[in-house]
């Protein structure tokens, strides 16, 4: 078995182990440069992805060759080697840039200063959004978050590279501006004469039914397709608004031949956007998907301290796990809370305590308590999301592209509102209980396993309970 054998059978297991979004990003264009007496080295397009391989994903590689092998891997390395070796055959067809300077050393991709002390001065050209105060180093890492960190900061450091586009997707509050702010401060805090756009989408749309209008469509193609980081936004509300879509794909395009860097945010993964043309949609899974989730306890906390500390007003520990422990949906409660319980002890003269932060907290319960919704609500947001009639997925049709829609309208119906089965099968056009306890069930057990249904879940949650 030469190398390119032993790689591809490595990779067949891995390929079976990891996600797809995963194995794509993080094996494409490796292979092996040798294998002598246990020690097998590696070869990787750039130190982010030697670094994040050998960080995560070492066990993994690791088992793989051993029983491929069926002998035991003494020792792992790699090393950065941007051509795969001729004759074998590149294992992903990848479109490849000119060349980038490329990173020496772990050191080079997270050894940066990039604090809040040292502010942008100057806006960058065609744009005054971008806030200062949001860095790498005011954003609290935590597992939920880890990937889509690390990966807005190899962008930072080596833009147009080899993760381009990067989309970033997650719920409501989480952090995704924070992170394409970030990423646009680390650049220029780099080079300052660079020039970077960030916009929501509906405020690109609104430019670009703006230039239509007075016939100034190329003052809008020269300012989005001569930028060097172009940051869009939310993303999702591109839905439906056909022209948009093919004046972001041309400008996609022209960026992306140039080597400028694209970063997009979203509520969801692009396949999750509704009425996304197909070649969009090829676009923005090209490169790099990472998702954010919500915090976990540990990092609620570090958040909370974090803040508390940058507001000049420290919390205790005890109350630190407090407020994190009730306020658990996302990083914008948080400093929501964080901010009323600063102003009512200010206001009173009082020292933070248990007792005293407690009616502050109970007043601040999540949207997702306090707002009682209909049943029509859920029905209504379910279909929006997935882009289906209401009527259809009231009807009779067993299509899968109704079915499944209607499975979890039926869980969110007895897991949000707690209706009874009968109750859920009427509302879903006089369907027998059995029906809504066998959607139930099967919703339960699936999304243990599926990120993406948890992802859908956790979207259509936020729309339901904030109207977002």
């Known amino acids: 078995m030469n190398t390119h054998e032993l ?33 097998v080295t590696i070869a990787v397009p750039n130190s982010f992805t030697r670094t994040w391989l050998s960080k995560k994903y070492q066990r993994q590689i690791t088992e793989a060759l051993e029983r491929a092998l069926e002998a035991p891997v003494r020792k792992i390395g790699y090393e950065v080697e941007l051509k795969t ?37 100057d806006a960058p050209r065609g744009n005054v959004t971008i806030n200062p105060s949001y860095t790498f180093d005011s954003y609290v890492v935590g597992k939920q978050n880890e990937l889509a960190h690390a990966a807005a900061q190899a962008v930072a450091m080596r833009p147009g590279g080899t993760y381009n586009p990067v989309f970033i997707y997650g719920g409501v509050g989480l952090g995704k501006t924070h992170l394409l702010h970030s990423i646009a401060n680390t650049i220029l805090r780099n080079s300052p004469n660079a020039n970077v756009l960030y916009v929501t989408c509906e405020h690109f749309t609104n430019d670009f039914i703006q230039s239509v209008r007075s016939g100034r469509a190329k003052d809008f193609k020269d300012r989005y397709r001569n930028v060097d980081l172009l940051l869009i936004d939310d993303i999702q509300f591109i839905t439906g608004k056909e022209g948009t879509q093919e004046e972001f794909f041309h400008t996609f395009n022209t960026l992306h031949q140039n080597n400028r860097q694209i970063v997009i945010s979203s509520d969801r993964p692009p396949k999750s956007i509704a ?15 990472v998702d954010v989730g919500a915090p976990d306890l540990e990092t609620r906390i570090a958040i909370l301290e974090s803040k508390s500390i940058q507001k000049g007003f420290p919390l205790g520990k005890e109350l630190l796990h407090h407020v994190a422990d009730r306020i658990s949906s996302n990083v914008r409660e948080l400093e929501g809370a964080l901010n009323k319980i600063i102003a009512y002890h200010q206001f009173k003269n009082l020292s933070p305590s248990i007792e005293s932060i407690l009616p502050v907290i109970s007043s601040l319960e999540s949207s997702a308590e306090q ?33 499944f829609p209607r499975q979890i309208i039926m869980y969110l119906l007895r897991e949000e509102m707690r209706l009874s089965y009968p109750s859920i099968g009427t509302e879903l056009g006089g369907r027998d209980h059995t029906t809504a306890m066998h959607a139930y069930s099967k919703i339960h057990k699936l999304k243990d396993g599926d990120e993406k249904l948890q992802r859908d879940l956790e979207v259509i949650k936020e729309q339901l309970y904030t109207g977002a």
């Open 7 to 39: 790689w591809q059978a490595a990779l067949a297991e891995l390929e079976l182990k990891l996600s797809k979004a995963h194995f794509t990003t993080w094996f494409k264009q490796t292979f092996i440069v040798s294998c002598t007496e246990g020690d």
């Open 85 to 121: 070796p001729d004759p074998a055959p590149v294992i992903f067809e990848t479109v490849q840039k000119a060349p980038v300077p490329e990173y020496t050393s772990t050191e080079d991709l997270y050894g940066f200063s990039t604090g809040s002390s040292t502010p942008v001065q």
């Open 275 to 289: 009425s996304l043309e197909k070649r969009l949609l090829s676009r923005l899974e090209w490169g790099m998907l």
């Open 371 to 403: 707002k009682t919704v209909s049943p029509k609500e859920v029905i209504k947001t379910v279909t929006s999301y997935f882009d289906i009639e209401v009527p259809d997925v009231l009807g009779k049709s067993r299509e899968k592209r109704l079915a």
